[in-house]
């Protein structure tokens, strides 16, 4: 007698088709319930219980990422560096020259007086000009200087405006007033910072591989524009 291999059963004695119960939606053309509802599925495509078979779906074996080495920073161009270190130093001269002065301005180390425009030309930006400085009490006199921050209606030669300079020594005479006296010194200080990070960064300090030489480096990098600024602090007082 043949012998069911799953269930031990007599081969006879195993139902060849099952009946399960599926959806109209579900329900194959050219198929026809029983009164029931039910189909009667081939016993190999179903479970023990009728349920019908399912493809399980496959794992997928994750395999494990491999890890990228630590990539070696590249050393910083010699070339490269010293061209922008000379730029940006030469950027930040300018700017730490331009603001000396009204930064002693700001902190109260200057001396009022009159100043007498003799001469202008340009405008706004490009506007300069020259005069007569005279300090109150008549303490001293300074001619040809700077003046700045002339207004527009106040060009003329001859106009007398109150005006202040660092001493009697001072090329430049500031008539500036309210805000704009202190912009003259902030903005000019906040370009200097500017350029002291960009020099740190372009000139490749930040990617040395030594831990002590990339902090000389960058510590260098800012002290370089800070000693320009304090060089032309002590010329302007």
Same mark, same amino acid.
């Given at each position: 007698?043949?012998?069911?291999?799953?269930?031990?059963?007599?081969?006879?004695?195993?139902?060849?088709?099952?009946?399960?119960?599926?959806?109209?939606?579900?329900?194959?053309?050219?198929?026809?319930?029983?009164?029931?509802?039910?189909?009667?599925?081939?016993?190999?495509?179903?479970?023990?219980?009728?349920?019908?078979?399912?493809?399980?779906?496959?794992?997928?074996?994750?395999?494990?990422?491999?890890?990228?080495?630590?990539?070696?920073? =590249?050393?910083?161009?010699?070339? !490269?560096? @010293?061209?922008? &270190? *000379?730029? +940006?130093?030469? $950027? /930040?001269?300018?700017? #730490?020259?331009?603001?000396?002065?009204?930064?002693?301005?700001?902190?109260?180390?200057?001396?009022?007086?009159?100043?007498?425009?003799?001469?202008?030309?340009?405008?706004?930006?490009?506007?300069?000009?020259?005069?007569?400085?005279?300090?109150?009490?008549?303490?001293?006199?300074?001619?040809?200087?700077?003046?700045?921050?002339?207004?527009?209606?106040?060009?003329?030669?001859?106009?007398?405006?109150?005006?202040?300079?660092?001493?009697?020594?001072?090329?430049?005479?500031? =008539?500036?007033?309210?805000?704009? !006296?202190? @912009?003259?010194? &902030? *903005?000019? +200080?906040?370009? $200097? /910072?500017?350029?002291? #990070?960009?020099?740190?960064?372009?000139?490749?300090?930040?990617?040395?591989?030594?831990?002590?030489?990339?902090?000389?480096?960058?510590?260098?990098?800012?002290?370089?524009?800070?000693?320009?600024?304090?060089?032309?602090?002590?010329?302007?007082?």
């Amino acid at each position: 007698m043949e012998v069911e291999p799953t269930t031990g059963a007599p081969v006879d004695a195993v139902p060849r088709r099952v009946p399960v119960r599926q959806p109209r939606a579900l329900r194959r053309a050219g198929e026809k319930p029983d009164d029931d509802g039910f189909f009667w599925a081939p016993i190999e495509q179903v479970h023990w219980d009728g349920t019908p078979l399912r493809k399980e779906p496959k794992q997928r074996l994750r395999t494990p990422r491999r890890r990228r080495p630590a990539r070696t920073p =590249a050393p910083p161009d010699p070339i !490269r560096g @010293l061209a922008v &270190l *000379l730029a +940006l130093s030469l $950027v /930040a001269a300018f700017f #730490a020259w331009v603001s000396a002065g009204p930064l002693w301005l700001a902190v109260g180390h200057s001396t009022a007086g009159t100043a007498v425009v003799t001469d202008c030309s340009g405008g706004g930006l490009t506007q300069r000009c020259r005069g007569i400085f005279t300090a109150d009490a008549d303490r001293f006199r300074t001619h040809g200087v700077r003046v700045s921050g002339v207004p527009a209606e106040r060009t003329a030669a001859g106009s007398t405006l109150p005006a202040r300079v660092t001493g009697p020594d001072a090329d430049t005479a500031y =008539a500036d007033t309210g805000v704009g !006296r202190h @912009l003259r010194w &902030l *903005l000019g +200080l906040l370009a $200097v /910072a500017g350029c002291a #990070a960009g020099i740190v960064r372009w000139t490749g300090a930040t990617l040395l591989a030594d831990p002590r030489q990339r902090r000389w480096a960058t510590g260098g990098g800012y002290a370089g524009p800070v000693l320009i600024t304090l060089g032309f602090l002590v010329a302007a007082w």
